[in-house]
């Protein structure tokens, strides 16, 4: 059975980092691309980042560009999520996503993390 | 970016009725990357339909997904109990990727 478990999430101050992780099972991480989508509270859904399999290309939406770091451990069938210079309007749950083989959307998705940006 | 559009924003429906959700993109969308996504309060959202119109692994034949280039729609042909929810399309064929804003189906 896929399983997607993230951790991580917190209250967090203005301008302060966290690190979210996505432990997967149930399948070969390593073959497959990772997503973080967000969501704040009462809100849609929003794309954050994705990686290759191998880790070897990342890309990010904008407005997380140069403050967030997409990452994985294929030994350890963990992703991460490295968030620097946070801002009030990074307050959401946090999804890491797999991607399916067809294309860019995701088939499996975890169960979530918050993330509070207050002080 | 491609800016994804659902309405109606809310659809008050009873159960065994047709619900019809639409969803028009911005530009055309290369080789129909449309999904749609179910989501319960505090719960992850659910792929139901990739490619426009194919049904995900599980996803009961009530669901169907139809439409190309801009304007997609997703039906419920009967509503079910558990089908009251939140539905999200998704385009994937270029990049940022983006979610509509989401369509409310609920209990008349």
């Known amino acids: 059975e896929v399983q997607l478990v993230e951790s991580g999430g917190g209250l967090v101050q203005p301008g302060g980092s966290l690190r979210l992780s996505c432990a997967a099972s149930?399948?070969?991480?390593?073959?497959?691309?990772m997503h973080w989508v967000r969501q704040a509270p009462g809100k849609g859904l929003v794309w954050v980042a994705r990686?290759?399999?191998?880790?070897?290309?990342?890309n990010y939406a904008d407005s997380v560009k140069g403050r967030f770091t997409i990452s994985r451990d294929n030994a350890k069938n963990t992703l991460y999520l490295q968030m620097n210079t946070l801002r009030a309007d990074d307050t959401a749950v946090y999804y890491c996503?797999?991607?399916?083989?067809?294309?860019?959307?995701?088939?499996?998705w975890g169960q979530g993390t918050l993330v509070t940006v207050s002080s | 970016e491609i800016v994804l559009t659902q309405s109606p924003g809310t659809l008050s429906l009873s159960p065994g009725e047709r619900a019809t959700l639409s969803c028009r993109a911005s530009?055309?969308?290369?080789?129909?990357?449309l999904a749609w996504y179910q989501q319960k309060p505090g719960q992850a959202p659910r792929l139901l339909i990739y490619?426009?119109?194919s049904r995900a692994t599980g996803i009961p034949d009530r669901f169907s997904g139809s439409g190309s280039g801009t304007d997609f729609t997703l039906t419920i042909s009967r509503l079910e109990p558990e089908d009251f929810a939140v539905y999200y399309c998704?385009?994937?064929?270029?990049?940022?990727?983006?979610f509509g804003q989401g369509t409310k189906v609920e209990i008349k």
């Open positions: 149930g399948f070969t991480f390593s073959s497959y691309w």
């Open positions: 996503a797999r991607e399916d083989w067809g294309g860019d959307y995701f088939d499996y």
């Open positions: 990686i290759k399999s191998d880790g070897s290309y990342t």
């Open positions: 998704q385009q994937y064929g270029s990049s940022p990727l983006t």
């Open positions: 490619g426009a119109s």
């Open positions: 530009q055309s969308l290369t080789s129909s990357f």
